[in-house]
Nanobody, 118 residues
Framework: QVQLVESGGGLVQAGGSLRLSCAASGNIFRTMGWYRQAPGKRRELVAVSTSDGYTNYADSVKGRFTISRDNAKNTVYLQMNSLKPEDTAVYYC??????????????WGKGTLVTVSS
């Protein structure tokens, strides 16, 4: 059973930094990434990393956030710098299966809250 366990959320002042981590159990994943959902808004992509090193970011976080991935540990990180109040959201780890039995299947973590105070 695939499990994604996030850590690293919390309260930070505007301009500060946080690092999120997501450790995935068991499987091989095509992509691993981060989404976020602010109150009253839809869940949106923040950043994604493929197994061959391709990365993609939402325009709103380019230049401030960096996604990295340790394939050996099945772990993905999100370094968030220059945080803004509008970055406040629940951040969800996402992984997409790459094995024959779960190719293309989405897996989600439970989410970690990031609050940026002004």
């Amino acid at each position: 059973q695939v499990q994604l366990v996030e850590s690293g959320g919390g309260l930070v002042q505007a301009g500060g930094s946080l690092r999120l981590s997501c450790a995935a159990s068991g499987n091989i994943f095509r992509t691993m990434g981060w989404y976020r959902q602010a109150p009253g808004k839809r869940r949106e992509l923040v950043a994604v990393s493929t197994s061959d090193g391709y990365t993609n970011y939402a325009d709103s976080v380019k230049g401030r956030f960096t996604i990295s991935r340790d394939n050996a540990k099945n772990t993905v990180y999100l370094q968030m710098n220059s945080l803004k109040p509008e970055d406040t959201a629940v951040y969800y780890c996402n992984a997409v299966g790459a094995s024959r039995g779960d190719y293309g299947v989405d897996y989600w973590g439970k989410g970690t809250l990031v609050t940026v105070s002004s």
